[in-house]
């Protein structure tokens, strides 16, 4: 059980709806490296390319120098579940899987994203997993909204609707030493985010939280190992793994993806909030 006490940011809405800005930037980027993403590319060139869309943007790459790390996205590619650091020697070959993580800072407000794409093609296994992994991400937010609007909602009805829809679609493992987080005027922020659990504890959902929601999942055992690198979380039994992610913030009357071009609203309908507003396209 934790004992110590959350540092929760609540934002306001003008924050909140700031923090769109930096999420934009994210998903721009993410959609950038998902069509550069193909046999013979390098995750190090991945890495250039996301740089410098972020910056072409106005916007700073969040990862590049947190806690010393050296990029601006994380490649993790098959058996590598997160935080794998690009290269220029790592070239992507016909049936690998990649997540593609990535964030961006404007005007001091953070967005936090990932996405799994193949390359090339891929084992139906894994494509499937992935769906499920996005299935999971979206029914974690979408819990989240539902609960925020009964005004009763706790952070873990989060966990256990990302777990409960990953437990209803097969046998996969779901990663337990890595999860969500706060995030605002930092990239890591309280709560942290189990992507399994009992719903109703943990912290309120209240207007003015943002969150990254983030499950990973393993074809095999979830059990995790870290490279000598300090950073490359890997499965343990070499399994490949997907993660997606992303960042949303809660409105009086609903929440909004930051990090998604429509806040959400094809995946999650009216649970989207009216204050932030569609873009206009
Ligand atoms: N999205 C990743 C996470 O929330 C951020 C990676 S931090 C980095 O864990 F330093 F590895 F870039
Ligand atoms: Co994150």
Not at 30 to 59: F, H, K, Q, W, Y
Not at 127 to 143: C, F, K, L, T
Not at 149 to 160: A, F, H, N, V
Not at 182 to 198: F, K, S
Request: aromatic share 4%.
């Amino acid at each position: 059980m934790r004992t110590t006490t959350l540092d929760i940011e609540y934002k306001t809405p003008e924050q909140l709806t700031r923090m769109r800005d930096a999420g934009l930037v994210v998903a721009a980027t993410l959609a950038r490296l998902a069509e550069a993403v193909a046999p013979g590319v390098s995750t190090g060139e991945l890495d250039a390319l996301a740089e410098e869309t972020i910056r072409a943007a106005g916007a700073v790459p969040s990862f590049k120098g947190y806690h010393g790390y050296p990029a601006s996205i994380c490649s993790s590619v098959n058996e590598q579940i997160v935080h794998a650091i690009p290269a220029p020697q790592q070239i992507l070959r016909d049936g690998d899987v990649i997540s593609l993580d990535c964030g961006a800072i404007v005007d001091g407000w953070h967005g936090d994203a990932a996405i799994t794409v193949g390359v090339g093609q891929i084992d139906p296994k894994i494509e499937r997993m992935i769906e499920v992994a996005q299935e999971a991400m979206w029914a974690g937010i979408a819990a989240g909204a539902r609960s925020l609007r009964s005004g009763r909602g706790r952070l873990t009805d989060i966990s256990y609707a990302i777990e409960s829809t990953i437990r209803q679609a097969g046998r996969y493992g779901i990663v337990r030493g890595y999860g969500g987080h706060g995030i605002g005027t930092a990239m890591h922020q309280d709560p942290h985010v189990l992507n399994y659990g009992r719903p109703g504890k943990g912290p309120r959902l209240v207007p003015g939280l943002a969150l990254a929601i983030e499950p990973m999942l393993t074809l095999g055992s979830p059990d995790t190992a870290e490279l000598a690198d300090g950073w490359t979380v890997i499965t343990r039994d070499r399994s490949v793994a997907v993660h997606v992610e992303h960042t949303i913030a809660f409105f009086a009357d609903g929440v909004w993806v930051t990090t998604a071009e429509d806040g959400g609203r094809e995946r999650l309908g009216d649970l989207v909030t009216s204050v932030a507003g569609v873009p206009s396209s």
